[in-house]
């Protein structure tokens, strides 16, 4: 354990690095972005290190993983995000530790959420997930809804019982127009910001980049960076 906990120290404080470089480099102060540790296929007892390190933000993706984790980990200060797809059947769980759902994509997921957070006198954050990369579906190959669908979301979300509406997440594409130019993907997610904060002044949050593209998130202005592989390595898989 020892070992482990020296290697994400190590691990920790690289990525600091990065993030304090590229926020000198964009003009901006540390204390604007904030780092979150993805912490899918990764065990309790990395989490309680992370925490020990001075981690408060951590991340899942699958509801099977993160329940028992996060009632492993009830007693630490941290703040649970959701970020993979969410399929309603496990929206009831997910409402039971996530503090932010922030792959918001489709009005009948805004919908269970609101049910549920009501039903458990929680307030849950959503950000809306941006698919860059929409086709004629309106959907990205990754989830997340087409620019032009984000007002409308986002206006559910806003009006309902138990969800607040924080902003803006979204993962580079792999295809389309911004497929291998990340920086420019997450500018257009700021500008998408923008436009969301006249309607919803209160929906800062434009969470983007992971471990390979942190510094052009930080860069394009993005206040939340997802990183996973940089701080925890790749161990093996959970299951």
């Excluded at 001075?54 to 970020?83: I, M, S, T, Y």
Aim: net charge neutral; aromatic share 2%; hydrophobic share 45%.
């Amino acid at each position: 354990m020892t070992d482990r906990r020296t290697e994400l120290a190590e691990n920790l404080a690289k990525v600091e690095e990065r993030i304090t470089a590229a926020c000198v480099a964009a003009g901006r102060g540390r204390e604007e972005v904030t780092l979150i540790v993805v912490t899918k296929t990764y065990p309790a007892s990395d989490v309680r290190i992370l925490s020990e390190l001075g981690v408060r933000h951590v991340a899942e993706n699958r509801d099977q993983d993160a329940a028992p984790k996060a009632a492993a980990c009830a007693d630490l200060p941290l703040k649970w995000h959701f970020v993979g797809q969410l399929q309603t059947n496990k929206v009831r769980s997910v409402v039971g530790y996530a503090d932010v759902v922030q792959s918001v994509d489709r009005s009948r997921l805004v919908t269970s959420l609101s049910k549920e957070a009501a039903r458990a006198g929680r307030e849950v954050g959503c950000l809306i997930q941006v698919a860059l990369d929409a086709g004629a579906s309106g959907r990205g190959e990754r989830g997340g809804v087409a620019p032009d669908g984000i007002e409308e979301l986002a206006a559910l979300v806003a009006e309902a019982p138990g969800l607040r509406l924080d902003g803006l997440m979204t993962v580079a594409p792999l295809t389309g127009e911004y497929a291998g130019r990340e920086q420019a993907a997450f500018e257009r997610l700021m500008d998408l910001s923008t436009d969301l904060r006249r309607a919803h002044p209160a929906a800062t949050m434009v969470s983007a980049g992971m471990s390979a593209d942190l510094e052009q998130a930080v860069a394009a202005g993005a206040t939340h960076v997802r990183v996973g592989t940089a701080v925890l390595g790749v161990r093996p898989r959970l299951g």
